[in-house]
């Protein structure tokens, strides 16, 4: 190939040397359209367009075994393994057209040239192949050793980012799943004390309640209740007389209002009756006339001294019917029923500042009635005080009383 850059193992045929090769055994072949190269000539052709290179002085020839001596197989293996070598590959796609070109333009040569590229082949020592332990050093260490210090640091940096966020993940999920199984469980209970409330009876309820009560109520004795009705048209002396039980007036009222027959109200306490730690004494209401007449008897104790125990507020009316036992205990029959709460229970209750906790339920109960032929009216109010009981959270420190009244007409 006469465009092959010439090296200094070229063997550069002379034909006065008296070797007898390859080239030489044999007459140069001249066809017709052979033409005879003269040094001299300066025809212009394809070899003689372009300038000369010259010669390069490289550190070894190309067919010296020195060449292959300090080459480092680790990197050409990774080189190799990195696909490099094959985009160097299109770079020599020019050289080998342009030495096609020379071959046709210099058939002369052709010959010649490949008889010297043969000897050079027989001459030139074959590479010794890396063995299978280089080439896997330079497949897994090379790449480590190759990497700058920046690289090895955004690497390790990259590991500690992926662990971080694989715990992250894994720590959300954890709270997750604890906040899950707390909604759960929250929400079974609720539905377990719903549903435990709804099954529950009103009388087992009142039998709870009644439980609940501590030995405040328990230690209550049942008071005695005086009849009321024969002190009507009595003075208070002969009436406070005539009740007994350390009868005492404990308060006196003057009364003027237009139209009502009850001019002084007096409050008779009954000493000797077992006190109440929350109402005190069982107390009876006198109401005399502008004669000091007694036209109006009435009677309070709490709902506990009267033998109701702590009933809820419906039952104690509805069920238990305390408004007409209690004015049967004073002397006034009633039949029973007459009694009965609002269908709203808004009408008798009073809730607190949250608009949901009841602090108070009060209904007052009004009809009429013959005694000892006498035509009266009767009342009745029954009240439940629940402002200690929200605080403490203790039913027993719910406050009943029971009020009747018997008034002649």
């Not at 990197?75 to 796609?93: K, N």
């Not at 607190?352 to 009266?376: A, H, I, L, M, Q």
Request: aromatic share 8%.
């Amino acid at each position: 190939m006469s465009n092959r850059r010439m090296q200094d193992s070229d063997y550069l045929y002379d034909p006065d040397d008296d070797l007898i090769g390859l080239t030489s055994a044999f007459p140069a072949v001249k066809g017709p359209q052979s033409v005879e190269y003269d040094k001299g000539d300066e025809a212009i052709g394809l070899t003689g367009a372009f300038a000369p290179i010259p010669d390069q002085n490289e550190p070894h020839s190309w067919d010296e075994a020195g060449k292959w001596k300090d080459f480092d197989w680790d990197s050409y293996q990774s080189i190799e393994d990195d696909g490099s070598a094959d985009d160097q590959q299109p770079e020599e796609a020019p050289v080998q057209a342009e030495e096609a070109a020379a071959e046709a333009q210099q058939p002369e040569f052709a010959a010649e040239g490949a008889s010297a590229e043969a000897s050079i082949a027989e001459t030139k020592p074959a590479p010794t192949a890396p063995s299978a332990s280089g080439s896997s050093r330079g497949r897994h260490a090379a790449p480590d050793a190759s990497m700058s210090p920046r690289m090895q640091k955004a690497r390790k940096t990259r590991h500690v980012l992926i662990v971080v966020v694989i715990l992250l993940i894994i720590a959300i999920g954890a709270l997750g799943f604890y906040m899950f199984q707390t909604f759960s469980s929250s929400q079974e209970e609720a539905a377990h004390q719903a549903q435990e409330q709804v099954e529950t009876p009103k009388d087992e309820q009142g039998i709870a309640d009644a439980t609940t009560d501590n030995a405040a109520d328990t230690q209550a004795k049942p008071t005695d209740v005086p009849s009321l009705t024969s002190l009507f048209g009595k003075t208070s002396d002969e009436a406070i007389a005539a009740i007994g039980h350390g009868a005492m007036v404990s308060a006196s009222r003057e009364v003027n209002e237009e139209g009502n027959p009850i001019k002084t109200n007096l409050n008779v306490s009954l000493n000797d009756e077992p006190n109440d730690t929350k109402t005190g004494f069982p107390t009876v209401y006198l109401g005399l006339d502008k004669d000091g007449k007694i036209v109006q008897v009435g009677y309070s104790a709490s709902a506990a001294a009267l033998g109701f125990g702590s009933l809820s507020f419906a039952d104690a009316v509805n069920n238990e019917h305390v408004i007409e036992k209690t004015l049967a205990k004073i002397g006034v029959t009633i039949p029973e029923g007459s009694a009965v709460l609002p269908d709203d229970k808004n009408e008798y209750s009073t809730y607190g500042s949250d608009g949901t906790t009841v602090t108070r339920e009060r209904c007052s109960f009004e009809g009429d009635v013959d005694v000892n032929g006498t035509p009266c009216a009767w009342s009745a109010v029954l009240s439940y005080d629940y402002t200690t009981q929200v605080v403490t959270g203790n039913l027993s420190d719910t406050v009943r009383v029971i009020y009747v009244y018997v008034t002649q007409k």
